[in-house]
């Protein structure tokens, strides 16, 4: 059955059709979700947020590309929650125990930044890369994720962040010069091509 | 530093959308252009292709786990939907109501505006003599003329027109004031401001005296000669100068039915004088009492703003708790009086666009606190 007729069914209230078209891009909303979350369980939620509210809204859409209109409900969930995190901050913010004893586990000091463990999980690239995603304004980082993460054509981009084309166009541009700056600082990861200039200067 | 830097952003942002293929061919040409002709473009360029390349090499994360949903699931997420309907829908529903209340009432307003200025003079909501003029400038000049002249054959009346009786009784519309002859239906608007406005000679002298003259139920109210009237308008779309006038105290009597002071067109020919409002020339010089006032209703004489707005003065001989019994022996009188109707009405109007809103702006919160959950 084609994506249409899916989606058709799954506007009728079909439970079945909808689950198909979640199996076809859950990976994907989970990977646009893991960028914008940097965190597997949290992405996880995420996305699962995402498809309750896509499934309470499905008789809303209004055509266009349904995996545009996916990978918005996906980033808005994945900004939800990361507003939610910055309300409610799961570690504790005091250095003492419930007894009053100081707490000698250092999770309280820790900050966003990668764990050793993680970092040896993924490559050097890749982390220097998610590093600097995470760095990115959220529209910014929206635009790059979609385009340049999920691989979406820029009108495709524009219907999920409900923009016009030329502001996608200059997001993206934004976010990439902001993404190059950033990874100039990784020096040694980067493919030779990422050094050229900084040679070129030097010599 | 990086070379990029030295791009301007629209340079840039062109370079990136020729990298995605998302100029149009004569972009992509100039473009083409400057790689040819500069060797450091060309760099920017490999480097940004470079860069994009790199990212969407990254290793595509796969889901965990399936995201789809239970029958169980599914089902708690309809009834949250129709909850966040339910509730939308009643938001909807109180707002159009407001609307619909506010449009009326405008609607109303302005016909009743247009009906009264031309209705018969048994809708005349309160009638003051004064003298046939076609110049509001000339009764400006001479005042005393719309109360004095009480034996004039063809006195005019002053007739107004409560237009958004927004309040109760807080007079919170505009008025319009019209003059007219019994015989001559067509009204002829005066200027208001010009109307009531203060005699040029002393008031004392002219033995007029000032009074506030309420809007909707004519009731009037001695002003305060050093406070001044100190009524404040609800709304304040109507200044209050405008209810103010300077008038021949002979012509105020008590109304025995709402037990407020009011105008008359001759002096006693409306019912016993307010003896209170006598001076030198209404009163009786052959006795030096005073009748007290006795109505139910307090007679405000003016608001003490340097004590809180508390009441000047109010009737000498009647108790606060004596109020409630009198209000409720003069209840069966309430009935036929269409001051009291329309009073009774704006404050219905009143709470029922206040419920309303409170209720709009309840269900809406509810109805955005269930969307985003």
Redesign the interface.
């Given at each position: 059955m084609d994506e249409n007729s899916l989606i058709d069914l799954a506007r009728k209230g079909e439970?079945d059709a909808?689950?198909q078209l979640?199996?076809m891009y859950?990976?994907?909303?989970?990977?646009v979700a893991?960028r914008i979350m940097n965190d597997?369980e949290a992405?996880?939620d995420a996305?699962?947020e995402a498809?309750?509210s896509m499934?309470?809204?499905i008789d809303t859409y209004r055509g266009g590309s349904f995996k545009a209109w996916f990978m918005r409900i996906v980033t808005n969930a994945c900004y939800?929650a990361l507003r939610w995190q910055k309300r409610r901050p799961a570690v504790a913010l005091e250095p003492e125990t419930d007894d009053g004893e100081r707490n000698e586990s250092p999770a309280w000091l820790e900050d966003g930044a990668l764990k050793p463990e993680e970092t040896l999980e993924k490559s050097e690239?890749?982390a220097a890369?998610q590093h600097c995603i995470d760095e990115l304004p959220k529209n910014f980082k929206t635009v790059f994720l979609l385009?340049?993460?999920s691989?979406e054509?820029?009108e495709s981009a524009a219907e999920s962040i409900q923009r016009p084309?030329g502001t996608v166009?200059?997001r993206?541009?934004?976010a990439?010069?902001k993404?190059?700056?950033c990874?100039?600082g990784f020096g040694e990861l980067?493919?030779s091509?990422?050094r050229?200039?900084?040679e070129?200067?030097d010599g | 530093m990086d070379k990029m830097q030295k791009l301007s952003p629209k340079v840039f942002e062109s370079l990136s959308a020729y990298i995605d293929g998302q100029l149009s061919p004569e972009e992509a040409q100039a473009i083409e252009a400057k790689l040819a002709a500069s060797i450091k473009f060309q760099q920017a360029h490999d480097q940004l292709k470079a860069m994009r390349a790199t990212v969407r090499a990254m290793p595509q994360r796969k889901a965990p786990r399936n995201f789809i949903l239970t029958r169980a699931e599914a089902a708690e997420a309809k009834r949250g939907r129709n909850w966040s309907r339910a509730f939308g829908l009643a938001f909807s529903l109180c707002a159009v109501l407001l609307v619909t209340l506010f449009s009326y009432d405008g609607m109303s307003n302005l016909l009743g505006a247009n009906k009264s200025a031309f209705d018969s003079p048994s809708n005349i909501e309160m009638a003051a003599p004064m003298a046939a003029s076609d110049s509001a400038e000339e009764m400006a000049s001479e005042p005393r003329l719309m109360f004095d002249e009480v034996e004039s054959e063809k006195p005019v009346l002053l007739n107004w027109v409560p237009t958004a009786g927004v309040g109760g009784g807080g007079g919170s519309g505009p008025r319009e004031i019209w003059s007219s002859t019994p015989e001559d239906e067509s009204p002829i608007e005066i200027q208001p401001q010009v109307a009531s406005a203060q005699p040029e000679q002393d008031p004392i002298e002219e033995e007029l005296i000032h009074v506030h003259i309420h809007p909707i139920s004519g009731a009037v109210t001695i002003c305060d000669p050093i406070d001044g009237c100190g009524y404040g308008s609800s709304s304040g779309a109507v200044s209050e100068k405008e209810n103010e006038h300077w008038v021949n105290p002979d012509l105020i009597y008590l109304d025995p039915i709402t037990g407020e002071h009011k105008l008359c067109e001759k002096p006693g020919a409306c019912g016993e004088s307010a003896g209170i409002f006598a001076s030198g020339k209404g009163a009786d010089e052959s006795s030096d009492e005073i009748t007290p006032y006795e109505s139910a209703f307090p007679l405000i004489l003016g608001l003490d703003h340097k004590n809180e707005g508390e009441v000047l003065s109010v009737s000498p001989s009647i108790e606060h708790e004596d109020l409630e019994a009198k209000l409720s022996e003069q209840a069966g009188d309430y009935a036929g009086d269409v001051d009291h109707q329309r009073y009774l009405q704006n404050q219905l109007k009143l709470w029922l666009k206040i419920g309303l809103a409170s209720l709009a702006a309840l269900f809406a919160v509810i109805w955005l606190i269930i969307r985003r959950r």
């Open positions: 439970l909808f689950n979640i199996l859950q990976d994907l909303a989970f990977n893991y597997d992405a996880a996305t699962q498809v309750i499934y309470k809204r939800d690239l890749e890369i385009v340049d993460v691989g054509d820029y084309v166009k200059s993206l541009s934004r990439r010069q993404m190059q700056q990874l100039q980067l493919p091509i990422f050229l200039n900084t070129d200067d | -």
